[in-house]
């Protein structure tokens, strides 16, 4: 029977004293912090901190050596039907012998009716633009395209929570741009708490509500940043403000101090 958590607290997820250990090796300690339903939370830290062992943690593809992850107040000991995950690597989680509709409705063929099923992969396809793109292959696409059909397959799964990791790394600039502002378009639009891991400093002061700080190994939470910018946000704008400039140093500054405290 799953412990339930006080509904009273408003924590949609929480992430309680969670450790991973490979032998010897500490990768997570004691790690802690929650998300409200809605809230967009940027995870950064140095290269190598375990930001991705996190978040197969919390995602259930990976068994913690100690603590708890829940959600809605049940413990996670395996995938969430609630929760959807977007990686990196978007090119081998596509089908290239599927078309892009069928891609955004894979998750759903054995779970929702065809006419539901065609509604939400209808809805998912225009949100992140790609209305036009339902019959195209994934290998007719550009690779910022391909990311936003991952997107759309996760949104279309209708998650309580979504996970991203670093799902931009492989993109150019200018494309990374237009994808930031897809994420934050569609967390405006659906309400979906986000957990979003990135190694750009500037993508999580300008996509998050918070950004969530880690140390190097054995990685702890070093700092939890309220992220006091306008909800409304836009990349020239929002980037040239003297507190986009002020939040960003000092993450910055956090991760250095993080790094330095590994080579003592």
Known sequence: MPEILDAGTGQLLAV?????????????????????QGELVCIVGPSGCGKTTLLKCIAGLLEPSGGTVRLDGVAVTAPPKRMAV???????????????????????????????????VAEALEAVGLSEAGDKYPWQLSGGMQQRVAIARAVAYNPEVLIMDEPFAAV???TRADLEDLVRGIWERFGVT??????????????GERVIVLSMSPTVVQEDLTVDLPVERDQITTRALPRFTQLRTHVYEQIQRAKRGALR
Request: glycine share 2%; no cysteine.
């Open 172 to 174: 150019d600039a200018q």
């Open 16 to 36: 309680e004293r969670l450790s991973k250990s490979y032998g010897d090796f500490v990768a997570l300690k004691d790690i802690s912090f929650s998300a409200r």
């Open 194 to 207: 986000i957990l979003f891991v990135t190694h750009d400093i500037d993508e999580s002061v300008y996509l």
């Open 86 to 120: 977007v990686f990196q690597e978007y090119g081998r989680s596509l089908m290239p012998w599927m078309t892009v509709r069928r891609n955004v409705a894979l998750p759903l063929l054995k779970s929702t009716p065809k006419a539901e099923r065609r509604r939400r």
